[in-house]
C-alpha cells in the first residue's frame, strides 16, 4: 500500500457535511463561506447542493405562540481550480455566503390578520447574497510544501423586508418595507497553507475582507405621516458584509483515516444595516417622546461569532469513505432581531464519498443542528417579541466532484 495519505479518498466525504450552510448560525452567515478547497493541490472541480429545513418557533411575553417562522431553503456552490505548473494554480469559486428567510404567520406581535391587503398581514425577511472568488496560487519551498493563495472578490447582494404588527407598542413600524436593490460590491481574499502529502497534513488559514456596498434602500413608513414626516424615501446609503477568518486543519491519524478541524470567526457585533428613512423617523419619533438616540438600525449584532467543528473521516474500501463530524456555533449575541430569532447551535452530521471512478465522485450527508435559545427583540425601538427555545434544524447535502493530479 502507498506511504502517502488517501487524500482524494477522504476530504470530499469530509467536505460534504461542512457545507455549513447555517440555519440558525451567528448573524446572517450560511455557507461559512468554505476555503479547503483553495489551498488543495492538482486539478479539482465540483457542484454541491443543499437544502435546509429548519424550525424555529417561540413564545411571546403575553403568553402568545409564535409558530415556525423560517422557510425551508436550498443553496448551492460550485469550483474548479488547477495547476499551471509546479510553482502556479489559479481558480474560480462561488457561494452563497449570507442569507435569511423569514416569514411570520399566525396571530403573534409581527401580524397584522385584520389587515385588508395581504402585503399588509406578515412580516417577512428575505436576504440573499452570491460571493465569486477567483484564485491565485503560489507554492513556495523545494518540496512545494508551503502554498500562499489569493484573489478577488465580487459579491452580490439584495434583501426586501415587511414589518406589520397588531401590537399597539410597535406602531411606528407598522407596514414598514424594504427593499435594497441588488448591487455589486468587491473585496478580497488572502490565505496561506503547509501541506505534508505524506501524513495527510494540511494546516491553513483564510482571511476574506469586509465588502461594502453602496446600495439603493427604498422605503415606506406609512405610519409617519401623520406626524408630518417623510413616509416614502429611495436613497444610496451603505451596506457592508463582515471580514471573516476562516482556519482548516487536517492530519492523518492512520493510512485510511483522516482527521478534520474548522474554525472560524466573524465579527457580526460591526455588522448592522440602518435604513435611511427608518433611521431619520425613528430618531424624530424618540425626540418627539422625549428620548434621544443616536441611531435607529433595522438589525444588529451584539457580538462576534465563533465556529468549531472537528471531523473523522474512514477509507472503508478503495471506492467508499465515510465520516462523522461534531460542531458549535457561538451566536452573535443576545437579545437578537426576530428576522433572525436564533443564538448559535451545537451539531452532529455524517457523509459518504463514493468514487465512481479514481477521478469522479459523489458524496452525501446531512447534519443535525440543536439551535441555541434566544430572545428576540426588535432592533429598531428596542421592544422585546419573545423568547425561542428548543429549536433545531436538519441539512441534506450532495456534491458531485473531480480530482486528479
Known sequence: MSKYFKLSQLTCALTVISLTSMAGAAGLDRSGQPSEDFSSSGTIAYVSAYHISPDVSGVESNGDKVGDLTEEYEGYGYGVKTDINDKFSVGVFYDQPFGAAVLFQGDNSLTNLTAADDDRKFTSADVSTDNFTGLLGVNLGAKNNFKIYGGPVLQKIEANV??????PALASVDGYALNIAKNDAYGYMLGAAYVKPEIGLKAAITYRSEIEHDSNYAESMPFVAQYGLPSIQTRESELTTPQSVNIDFQTGLNKTTLLTTKARWAPWSDFKITPPLLNENGIALNDLRGKKVDQVNLLQYGDDSYMLEVGLGKRLTPKLAVSGSVGWDS??????????????????????????TPEWAVSAGAKYLMIGDAEGVLASNGEPIGNFEDNDAYIFGMRLSYASK
Open 331 to 356: 451566536g452573535a449575541g443576545n437579545p437578537v432581531s426576530p428576522l433572525g430569532p436564533t443564538e448559535g447551535y451545537y451539531s452532529v452530521g455524517v457523509g459518504a464519498k463514493y468514487n465512481v
Open 162 to 167: 415587511k414589518i406589520n404588527s397588531k401590537n
